[in-house]
């Protein structure tokens, strides 16, 4: 299962990579990235509520459709902040074995 994840939000990530300077006209991955990280900020906040309503309502597939919307806006947000996928990894890597509860509190203290 994990795998499956990680492969596709790879070639996600490769595509969304390969759209930079491309033709806003032709691909919406290079309009967001013309439009500004404003927007492409505001485009995964809009479909992260979307995934919390379906989340709420108890659509499943619609959760699902959601958060692959959440995904692939979040991937873009990434890409344009100069943020790769390995960061991410390596930050969770260091998070392994935290509660959430302990991470918390060292964020508030630090």
């Known amino acids: 299962m994990a795998d499956d994840l990680g492969e596709a939000l790879a070639r996600l990530w490769q595509v969304i990579e390969s759209r930079r300077g491309a033709d806003p006209d032709t691909s919406y991955t290079a309009k967001l990235f013309a439009r500004g990280r404003a927007k492409i900020a505001q485009k995964l906040g809009e479909e992260a509520?979307?995934?919390?309503?379906?989340?709420?309502?108890?659509?499943?597939?619609?959760l699902v459709?959601?958060?692959a919307d959440v995904l692939y806006h979040l991937l873009v947000l990434w890409a344009d902040a100069d943020i790769r996928p390995t960061d991410i990894a390596a930050e969770l890597t260091r998070r392994e074995g935290t509660s959430g509860i302990a991470e918390k509190k060292a964020r508030k203290t630090s």
């Open 49 to 62: 509520v979307e995934a919390v309503i379906e989340g709420v309502r108890g659509d499943r597939a619609a």
């Open 65 to 67: 459709g959601e958060s």
